[in-house]
Nanobody, 124 residues
Framework: QVQLVESGGGLVQAGGSLRLSCAASGGTFTSYAMGWFRQAPGKEREVVAA????????LYADSVEGRFTISRDNAKNTVYLQMNSLKPEDTAVYYC?????????????????WGQGIQVTVSS
């Protein structure tokens, strides 16, 4: 059983930056591809970014491409989401997720484990 704990969320002004972290425990971290998802009020959960087990392959939602960067440190069992040039429409609860796979997964129904979520609010 893998446990995921997100940190680093909060309130930031438009144009600012935040870095989310997700610490994993209870499993072999390198056996899992990782993803960040978000859900805004009244909207469906959507993928933000995902990364393969070694960090070689990544994918991004079109809405965050060029502004967000996903990375992982397998020695620390942690995945990160660096968010720059934040916009009010980035406001959402952000979730870290893990799937037992070496390759990237885009769909939330493919993921096995989820963090509790963390709020990111971007003010205009």
């Amino acid at each position: 059983q893998v446990q995921l704990v997100e940190s680093g969320g909060g309130l930031v002004q438009a144009g600012g930056s935040l870095r989310l972290s997700c610490a994993a425990s209870g499993g072999t971290f390198t056996s899992y591809a990782m993803g960040w998802f978000r859900q805004a009020p009244g909207k469906e959960r959507e993928v933000v970014a995902a990364i393969s087990w070694r960090g070689v392959n990544t994918l991004y939602a079109d809405s965050v491409e060029g502004r967000f960067t996903i990375s992982r440190d397998n020695a620390k069992n942690t995945v990160y989401l660096q968010m720059n040039s934040l916009k009010p429409e980035d406001t959402a609860v952000y979730y870290c997720a893990a799937v037992r796979s070496y390759g990237i997964r885009r769909n939330d129904n493919e993921y096995d484990y989820w963090g509790q979520g963390i709020q990111v609010t971007v003010s205009s």
